[in-house]
T-cell receptor, first 108, second 119 residues
Framework: EDKVVQSPLSLVVHEGDTVTLNCSYE??????LLWYKQEKKAPTFLFML????IEKKSGRLSSILDKKELFSILNITATQTGDSAVYLC????????FGEGTQLTVNP | GAVVSQHPSRVICKSGTSVKIECRSL??????MFWYRQFPKQSLMLMAT?????????EQGVEKDKFLINHASLTLSTLTVTSAHPEDSSFYIC???????????????FGSGTRLTVV
């Protein structure tokens, strides 16, 4: 059975800090790993990772995948209060499976 | 980019009634659609996967007779919660992919979600 484990489950930081969110997985048939940001409603897409070692960047956010060690990280630099959200890691294998999410709170 | 429209965004219904939630892909053909349920402060739980023109595949523990899924066209999937009870109150989200069968290369686009409250 495909499995996704995210850590930490909760994180509180101050504006300007850099955070690293972790996602480890077990999968039978890997297709891609996806990161989403969820505020009040539906998740919004951040990254889709399919290849190991290639960093994807979007502004202050970046993510990388290690298919050998079966994990991915999401980095956020110079955090802002608007980054406060739940960050979900999703695994596209035999089906789409999500981790529990990391609740990030950025305080002023 | 790809857009998925989900309707209604919020619904309140009485116990025992049925509620239909629609999910439409606006600018692409969604061969596969997924329905999720989310409880407060919890992750998305996959309920079922539907492929256009065939029966939905339900996850273990999801009652197929209670949560009816219809994917009659490449742009529309519906979830009907039948004989709703207060414990069915939740946030329901659909997502769609352009991929066919198990080949899901395109990522997923989510609808805006439906907050269902059963009173």
């Amino acid at each position: 059975e495909d499995k996704v484990v995210q850590s930490p489950l909760s994180l509180v930081v101050h504006e300007g800090d850099t955070v690293t969110l972790n996602c480890s997985y077990e999968v039978t048939n890997f297709r891609s790993l996806l990161w989403y940001k969820q505020e009040k409603k539906a998740p919004t897409f951040l990254f889709m990772l399919t290849s190991s070692g290639i960093e994807k960047k979007s502004g202050r956010l970046s993510s990388i995948l290690d298919k050998k060690e079966l994990f991915s990280i999401l980095n956020i630099t110079a955090t802002q209060t608007g980054d406060s959200a739940v960050y979900l890691c999703g695994l596209s294998g035999s089906r789409l499976t999500f981790g529990e999410g990391t609740q990030l709170t950025v305080n002023p | 980019g790809a857009v998925v429209s989900q309707h209604p965004s919020r619904v309140i219904c009485k116990s025992g009634t049925s509620v239909k939630i629609e999910c439409r892909s606006l600018d692409f053909q969604a061969t596969t659609m997924f329905w999720y349920r989310q409880f407060p402060k919890q992750s998305l739980m996959l309920m079922a996967t539907s492929n256009e023109g065939s029966k939905a595949t339900y996850e273990q523990g999801v009652e197929k007779d209670k949560f009816l899924i219809n994917h009659a066209s490449l742009t529309l999937s519906t979830l009907t919660v039948t004989s709703a009870h207060p414990e069915d109150s939740s946030f329901y989200i659909c997502s769609a992919s352009q991929g066919t069968g198990g080949v899901l290369h395109y990522g997923y686009t989510f609808g805006s979600g439906t907050r269902l409250t059963v009173v």
